[in-house]
């Protein structure tokens, strides 16, 4: 059964309660288009509803329009309130927040990217909490960053494993030898990862599956046997588009998520609108 959030806006004129009413409708086109209207609409009013809409949501359009209508209101009252989210016992509340900050890109929230959020046991969170890391740290911090994100090389499936190495390809050239040392890792798993996340690194056009198996080469063969197979036998190129799109899809759809999805891409005009 579709969990109902209480909403209670400042605002209490009827056109606020029939928005509030469909962001948690049944339908997920409904609470897309509701999403939408609060964001073109900013009201502080709404930002406990838009919050606690994030953690139970399970639409992915949804959420992301949620996060979208939380970045239209002002940092300095949705920044306390999402940092608070940071510690909740609900793991999507925590994904959802972390994403949400990294939409809202303000720096001062660095300080808030933990190790343990970086290393947290949900794969979801996880990757949450690698991409708003990229987006915020300073820059005489990335070094430490790096250290941190190479602990988690070679967890978790194809996806996940694509989301880091996008998160320590983004953070450029300072990734380079702590790559090549984790490419000597005893470990397998770690050792392919790293080599590979080394090769996108080098050459972001090489996709990701491309990249695992050239680095399962060279940890079998060794770096000359590697190159002269590859040469005689070159492999088929997944471009860093094709990744783009495989990452940030939905594992798998959810009730009205086709919906939800056409309606997501007949309002992004508006969306973009909006925002001007």
Request: hydrophobic share 45%; net charge negative.
């Amino acid at each position: 059964m579709q969990e109902v959030v209480s909403i209670n806006p400042t605002n209490g004129t009827p056109q606020n309660a029939r928005v509030a009413d469909a962001l948690s409708a049944e339908d997920s086109s409904v609470r897309l288009q509701a999403a939408l209207a609060v964001g073109s609409t900013p009201d502080p009013g709404f930002l406990e509803t838009l919050v606690e809409r994030c953690a139970v949501e399970p639409d992915f359009f949804v959420r992301d329009m949620l996060s979208w209508a939380l970045t239209r209101l002002s940092p300095e009252i949705t920044l306390p309130r999402i940092r608070r989210e940071l510690a909740s016992e609900r793991t999507q509340a925590r994904s959802q927040a972390l994403h949400t900050l990294s939409k809202i890109g303000d720096r001062s929230a660095w300080a808030w990217i933990t190790p343990s959020m970086l290393r947290d046991a949900d794969d979801e969170v996880a990757r949450a909490a690698w991409r708003v890391a990229v987006v915020l740290v300073p820059e005489d911090e990335k070094e430490d960053l790096v250290d941190e994100l190479v602990t988690q090389l070679g967890r978790g499936d194809r996806d996940v494993q694509l989301s880091l190495s996008r998160a320590l390809v983004d953070l450029g050239d300072v990734t380079k030898p702590v790559l090549e040392k984790a490419a000597a890792h005893p470990d397998p798993a770690v050792a392919t990862h790293a080599s590979a996340t080394e090769l996108l690194r080098q050459n972001p056009q090489t996709g990701f599956d491309a990249a695992v198996e050239e680095a399962k080469r060279v940890l079998a063969l060794g770096p000359e046997r590697a190159a002269a197979a590859a040469a005689a036998a070159p492999g088929a190129v997944e471009t860093m588009e094709t990744a783009d799109a495989m990452e940030t899809a939905e594992p798998a759809e959810t009730p009205g998520s086709t919906e939800a999805a056409k309606a997501a891409k007949a309002v992004k005009a508006a969306t973009q609108s909006a925002e001007c």
